[in-house]
Every structure is written in structure tokens, then in C-alpha cells.
């Protein structure tokens, strides 16, 4: 059984058209299915736009969906009452894409990583301090420095304090929404490695939304592509990147840089209104799916 199974999730808002146009149907995510096997860790790609983080934000119900079924561990989300939503959330976190604004100003560093323990009712205020200094170990920061407030830390630093926050309760599932893409490229690569090596070391499993497609490439063991709200092609890495299907697939592919300026094959450039936007997935290879006809 997977550890989360996301079937036919749906997601529109109603936007109105001007001051005096009536409400337009936006369908951000439009039937989204996907399962992510514990351990795993599942890339989900796509342009701004493409309804990547609305989904992400469904499945931990800051955002409430339109429709659709989230099963995480056997028991579905959506049907879940606000106090078991509440302990599910124990279970499930989000590493969001700007750490400067994730983090309350006016609140010491240490406090916010502290504030789920608090929430949660977890320890004594000992215990919770304990627990803070081992969280400020386990993503290389110096437990002294919790006293601090986020302005007195650099980009990556903060989102190493938004990542410690989020291992506070002991998740098994953590949504990462474009963690790094905030980030200096310098840095980049420090947070990624720390998230594979936290991954390793506290058998965490990862839905990691991004439009880097060499980030995906690098660190995600399966990947779904998703354009216009719908999934269009979802396989294993390799198989993705080695043999795309999928029209709008390609297109992200070909804008990958290459090393050699010289060697860049040409950007494919797709116009969505060319490809069915129905077409259901079907299997073209072991474990990978297309929307094509």
C-alpha cells in the first residue's frame, strides 16, 4: 500500500472577470491522481501555473479541495474531522518556497521551531527546549543561535530553521514546495543535500514540488509532469528524461541548459490548444504514463 494515494483530486476556483463580468471557472487542478510509496521521494513538475503547489496544498488541506479522495496510511484526509485533521498533521508537514516570509519576524527562530510542540502539547518546556537544540543539530545549525531573530540569518539559514520546524513532530510525509528555488545557487545545493541525507537518516518521504528539472533529475525516484491543472506524463526519472511522450514534456525537457552553449538542441515551444487536454494516461512502458492519445 502506498503511503499517500491521491485519486481524481480536484481543485477550481471561481474568479470574476472584471468589475462588472461574471464568475469564471478556474480548474487548477483537474483530476489528479498519483500514489508515493514510503521512502520515496516523487517530484511533481510543471510551469507556474500548472496547479503543482494548489495540489500540494490540497493533500494537507490548507487548501480545501473541490473534490477527489487523499489517502495517506489507509484513511482518507478529506473525510477526516478537524481534531483528527489536526493529528494527522503530525504526520504530514510542508517546507514552503520562501523562507523569508515562513517565518514570523517579530518571533525568535527557537520559538518557531518550538511552536508545533507547543501546539501539539508535546513535552515539558524542558523537553520542547531539548528537542529544539537536537532540531537545530539535525540541519546544521548551531543551537545557540535560537535565539535569534530570522533577520539575523541568511536565506539558506532560514530555510534550514523552516525545515527544522517541520521535523519537529516526527512527519513521515513532508511536502517541500519548491524549497530551494529562493536560494542563491550557491546554496542550493547545500539544502538538497540536506533534505536527501534527512531522508536517509529519518526514513522520510518526500513530495517535492519544482520546475528545476535538473533538481528533479537529480535527487526525485519518480516523476509526474502537470500542464493546466492535469498530470500528462508521470514515470521513473530515467525513463522521463531518457524517452518523454508527452508534447508539453518535451518542451520542459528541451529548455534544460546543457553544459556545452554549443550543444543546445533547440527549445521545442508547444501551444496547449495543440494537444487533447482529455486525453487520459495510458501506459507507454513499465511504470510510465502518458496523456496521449
Not at 503547489?53 to 474531522?81: K, Q, Y
Request: glycine fraction near 8%; charge should be positive.
Amino acid at each position: 500500500m502506498a503511503l499517500l494515494d491521491v485519486r481524481h483530486l480536484v481543485k477550481h476556483f471561481r474568479r470574476r472577470e472584471g468589475v462588472f463580468g461574471g464568475p469564471r471557472v478556474v480548474r487548477a487542478v483537474d483530476d489528479v491522481s498519483f500514489g508515493i510509496e514510503e521512502g520515496e521521494t516523487f517530484g511533481l513538475v510543471g510551469e507556474s501555473g500548472s496547479g503543482k503547489t494548489t495540489t500540494g496544498r490540497c493533500i494537507l488541506r490548507l487548501t480545501e479541495p473541490s473534490s477527489g479522495e487523499v489517502w495517506f496510511r489507509g484513511e482518507n484526509v478529506l473525510a477526516f474531522s478537524r481534531p483528527r485533521l489536526r493529528q494527522a498533521r503530525r504526520e504530514m508537514q510542508i517546507v514552503f518556497q520562501d523562507p523569508y516570509s515562513s517565518l514570523n519576524p517579530r518571533m525568535r527562530v527557537g520559538a518557531s521551531v518550538e511552536e508545533p510542540l507547543v501546539i501539539h502539547r508535546v513535552g515539558s518546556k524542558a523537553e520542547r527546549e531539548a528537542r529544539v537544540e537536537e532540531l537545530f543539530r539535525l540541519v546544521g545549525l548551531d543551537p545557540s543561535h535560537r535565539r535569534r531573530y530570522p533577520h539575523e540569518f541568511s536565506g539558506g539559514q532560514r530555510q534550514r530553521i523552516g525545515l527544522a520546524r517541520a521535523l519537529a513532530l516526527n512527519p513521515s510525509l513532508i511536502v517541500a514546495d519548491e524549497p530551494v528555488s529562493a536560494l542563491d545557487v550557491s546554496i542550493q545545493a547545500q539544502v538538497i543535500n540536506l533534505l536527501m541525507d534527512l531522508r536517509s537518516e529519518l526514513g522520510l518521504t518526500y513530495l517535492l514540488i519544482a520546475h528545476d528539472l535538473r533538481l528533479v533529475r537529480h535527487v526525485c525516484d519518480r516523476v509526474a509532469v502537470m500542464c493546466l491543472g492535469k498530470i500528462v506524463e508521470r514515470a521513473p526519472t530515467a525513463a522521463l528524461f531518457e524517452s518523454p511522450h508527452h508534447p508539453y514534456t518535451k518542451a520542459l525537457l528541451s529548455a534544460m541548459p546543457v553544459p556545452d552553449p554549443d550543444g543546445q538542441p533547440p527549445r521545442l515551444v508547444v501551444d496547449p490548444s495543440s494537444f487533447d487536454r482529455d486525453a487520459p494516461l495510458r501506459e507507454v512502458g513499465p511504470g510510465h504514463f502518458a496523456a496521449i492519445r
